[in-house]
């Protein structure tokens, strides 16, 4: 059985919806309190056993690879200062994995951003973590998927259950429910009207995905006009193989909505060890 050693983190957007903030700099480096949201993912993958992970970039993203990097004059700064636990931490951040680092060209979708690693995946299964979706768990969310690939070895794709009235809002998948959180899945409908389905489980941005998608993507690059997307893959899968569907335990947040960022930062606030109780105190106050 192939273990799942590799992840992708396509990270190429623009963060439109975020604008001014990412004008300049990556979405995925605002900060959750004192860590940038693409660091909570990457410590997602490697508290699941993660070894090597490929980050898929556009113009503008060189701050994500400078935070992975070694930085010897910041390091050198805070040993002269005394301050070692703020070295400690940063040196902690590039030795968490092997990182490296692919562009993807044009911004075509994102099945094209996953195609542009696939000569770093080879043929092999591997994780895929989306940058707008925190989730806070016992367990990371994505070793619940590897859990659930490891007893299936097909494609598993991350859900969460919405308001039924709010699927216009996500992608949103159908099929039968096969074991408590587990659905074997036979039809995906993008942002559909409610009217359309009677399903409730929206997709998340994190997956477990396995050769035969990158073939399949690969298969329809030049046949697609536009841009390439995940979903359209998994869809002209369906028949030919099992694809799952795992309900994520855990709180999940939208960090690519302003809402959504937003309570992520209150929520990771009142439990950060440093500020916990200041800001728990803080909400409860202006609650009151």
Same mark, same amino acid.
């Given at each position: 059985?192939?273990?799942?050693?590799?992840? *992708?983190?396509?990270?190429?957007?623009?963060?439109?919806?975020?604008?001014?903030?990412?004008?300049?700099?990556?979405?995925?480096?605002?900060?959750?309190? $004192?860590?940038?949201?693409?660091?909570? /993912?990457? @410590?997602?993958?490697?508290?699941?056993?993660?070894?090597?992970?490929?980050?898929?970039?556009?113009?503008?993203?060189?701050?994500?690879?400078?935070? +992975? $990097?070694?930085?010897?004059?910041?390091?050198?700064?805070?040993?002269?200062?005394?301050?070692?636990?703020? =070295?400690?931490?940063?040196?902690? *951040?590039?030795?968490?994995?092997?990182?490296?680092?692919?562009?993807?060209?044009?911004?075509?979708?994102?099945? $094209?951003?996953?195609?542009?690693?696939?000569?770093?995946?080879?043929? %092999?299964?591997?994780?895929?973590?989306?940058? $707008?979706?925190?989730?806070?768990?016992?367990?990371?969310?994505?070793?619940? /998927?590897?859990?659930?690939?490891?007893?299936?070895?097909?494609?598993?794709?991350?859900?969460?259950?919405?308001?039924?009235?709010?699927? !216009?809002?996500?992608?949103?998948? %159908?099929?039968?429910?096969?074991?408590?959180?587990?659905?074997? =899945? !036979?039809?995906?409908?993008?942002?559909?009207?409610?009217?359309?389905?009677?399903?409730? =489980?929206?997709?998340?941005?994190?997956?477990?995905?396995?050769? @035969?998608? +990158?073939?399949?993507?690969?298969?329809?690059?030049?046949?697609?006009?536009?841009? /390439?997307? /995940?979903?359209?893959?998994?869809?002209?899968?369906?028949?030919?193989?099992?694809?799952?569907?795992?309900?994520?335990?855990?709180?999940?947040?939208?960090?690519?909505?302003? +809402?959504?960022?937003?309570?992520?930062?209150?929520?990771?606030?009142?439990?950060?060890?440093?500020?916990?109780? %200041?800001?728990?105190?803080?909400?409860?106050?202006?609650?009151?």
């Amino acid at each position: 059985m192939a273990k799942i050693r590799k992840a *992708i983190l396509p990270v190429g957007g623009f963060g439109t919806r975020f604008l001014p903030a990412t004008k300049a700099q990556p979405k995925e480096m605002l900060p959750i309190v $004192d860590k940038p949201i693409v660091q909570h /993912l990457v @410590e997602e993958a490697v508290n699941a056993g993660i070894e090597q992970i490929v980050f898929v970039t556009g113009k503008g993203k060189r701050a994500i690879e400078d935070h +992975f $990097d070694a930085n010897f004059e910041l390091e050198y700064a805070l040993k002269a200062k005394g301050k070692e636990e703020a =070295l400690e931490q940063v040196k902690a *951040i590039s030795n968490m994995a092997e990182f490296f680092f692919v562009r993807q060209q044009y911004a075509r979708g994102n099945g $094209d951003a996953i195609l542009t690693a696939r000569s770093f995946i080879g043929d %092999e299964p591997c994780a895929v973590l989306f940058g $707008d979706d925190l989730v806070d768990s016992e367990i990371p969310a994505i070793q619940q /998927l590897i859990d659930v690939y490891e007893k299936y070895q097909d494609v598993v794709i991350a859900l969460t259950k919405v308001p039924h009235d709010d699927v !216009s809002k996500y992608g949103v998948v %159908e099929g039968m429910k096969i074991e408590d959180r587990i659905t074997e =899945l !036979s039809k995906f409908i993008e942002k559909p009207a409610p009217s359309e389905t009677t399903s409730d =489980l929206a997709v998340i941005g994190k997956y477990i995905i396995t050769p @035969e998608v +990158f073939d399949q993507l690969a298969y329809m690059s030049d046949k697609v006009e536009g841009e /390439l997307g /995940l979903d359209n893959a998994f869809n002209q899968l369906l028949g030919k193989q099992p694809l799952y569907g795992y309900e994520i335990e855990g709180r999940r947040y939208d960090c690519g909505d302003k +809402f959504g960022y937003i309570q992520a930062t209150i929520d990771y606030g009142m439990k950060h060890p440093v500020i916990g109780k %200041e800001v728990s105190e803080y909400v409860k106050r202006i609650c009151e």
